[in-house]
């Protein structure tokens, strides 16, 4: 969770360096990834977001909201990780550890074609679902 609060960003550079290629990037986000709330009820209990972080009524971790091109600039941006290797790390990677690599994570004819566009600044310009444009901006 490349978000600096789950795992410190020195850890994520240490892991990177000894793990490789099998380091992936991920996020378990919430409902406050991408919106504008301050609570919401998770597995039945509420669950607030304060200071960047989801936590319960007892300050308990309890989920994230980070977006997956929030990581991606995270990554770049703060563990020094070029873009190219992240950008594996969020997609060809986690294909692999799951096996379906020959479906999803790379660009290829025949393979699923889910993709996002984005600036250099990482603000997202279109969104590709299974081949459908989902989102323009």
Same mark, same amino acid.
């Given at each position: ?10 850890n994520?550079?240490?892991a990177?360096?000894?793990?490789g290629?099998?380091?992936? +990037? ?5 409902a406050?990834? %991408? ?5 919401f009820?998770?597995? %039945? ?5 304060r200071?960047? +972080?989801c ?8 989920g ?7 990581g ?7 563990? %020094? ?6 950008l594996?790390m969020?997609? +060809?990677y986690?294909?692999?550890?799951? %096996? ?6 790379t +660009?290829?004819a025949g393979?699923?074609?889910n ?17 459908n444009?989902v989102?323009?901006?």
């Amino acid at each position: 969770m490349a978000d600096g609060l789950h795992v410190d960003y020195a850890n994520i550079r240490n892991a990177k360096r000894l793990k490789g290629d099998k380091l992936c +990037l991920v996020t378990d986000a919430t409902a406050p990834a %991408g919106a504008n709330i301050e609570q919401f009820i998770f597995a %039945g209990k509420t669950i607030y977001y304060r200071n960047g +972080l989801c936590v319960d009524e007892n300050g308990t971790l309890s989920g994230s909201s980070l977006t997956m091109i929030e990581g991606v600039r995270n990554l770049v941006e703060h563990c %020094g990780i070029a873009l190219d290797e992240v950008l594996r790390m969020a997609t +060809l990677y986690p294909a692999r550890a799951i %096996g379906v690599e020959k479906r999803l994570g790379t +660009l290829a004819a025949g393979k699923v074609a889910n993709l996002t566009a984005f600036t250099p600044d990482f603000k997202i310009t279109k969104t590709i679902v299974n081949g459908n444009e989902v989102v323009t901006q």
